[in-house]
């Protein structure tokens, strides 16, 4: 029951208090460059969500069974970038076939994925914190959710923001950015909430 306890705290942590994006600030490209749009915001971040948790699950056996084990952790940077591109180009391959319309949305931003640095701070932060199989799996997915939760928002701020009154000045880019320090300043009155 204490380990359930601690999976569910993880995943609330991960997805309000610690979010990749407002608190964090990794994954900032795609945050402010796929999120015109709300559904091609929330494929996106079905993706990263995918890539995500299974980035969490690649890397907890990748560190555990070689990198512990044959005392190599100056590799884990090398090998956790080929573990994401491998990924990426898996989930790549399998949109291109299932959804060539989510394809053509996502243009040139889900080949970059592999340079998110949400990503690589995921599989970095992994092994820093301890976690476990299980809460790796879970701090991955909870990641993706936080991301895609963060990318929705402010599509959806963005698409209703093209029908209001903006100053010309404030138009496009200073607007953008102006909402996600709101945002980010929102999600840190989650500080302190959850503490694992």
Not at 66 to 76: A, C, G, H, K, Y
Not at 90 to 106: C, D, G, T
Request: aromatic fraction near 14%; glycine fraction near 8%; charged fraction near 10%.
């Amino acid at each position: 029951m204490e380990q359930f306890t601690r999976i569910i705290l993880l995943f609330i942590s991960t997805v309000f208090v610690n979010n990749f994006i407002l608190v964090r600030f990794l994954g900032i490209c795609p945050f402010l460059g796929v999120s015109k749009h709300v559904e091609t915001a929330f494929s996106m971040g079905l993706a990263t969500t995918f890539v995500m948790t299974l980035t969490g699950m690649a890397t907890w056996l990748i560190n555990t069974f070689i990198l512990e084990m044959f005392n190599l952790p100056f590799l884990q940077y090398v090998s956790f970038i080929i573990v994401i591109a491998s990924l990426v180009q898996f989930v790549e391959m399998f949109i291109k076939k299932s959804s060539p319309v989510l394809y053509k949305a996502l243009g040139i931003y889900l080949p970059l994925i592999t340079t998110n640095c949400a990503i690589l701070g995921l599989a970095l932060l992994i092994p820093l914190n301890g976690y476990n199989f299980i809460e790796s799996i879970v701090f991955g997915f909870a990641a993706g959710v936080g991301f895609t939760l963060a990318i929705v928002l402010m599509a959806g701020l963005r698409e209703t923001l093209e029908f209001g009154d903006v100053p010309a000045a404030l138009k496009g880019v200073p607007i953008t950015l102006i909402i996600a320090g709101i945002m980010a300043l929102a999600f840190m009155g989650f500080a302190g909430l959850i503490s694992i």
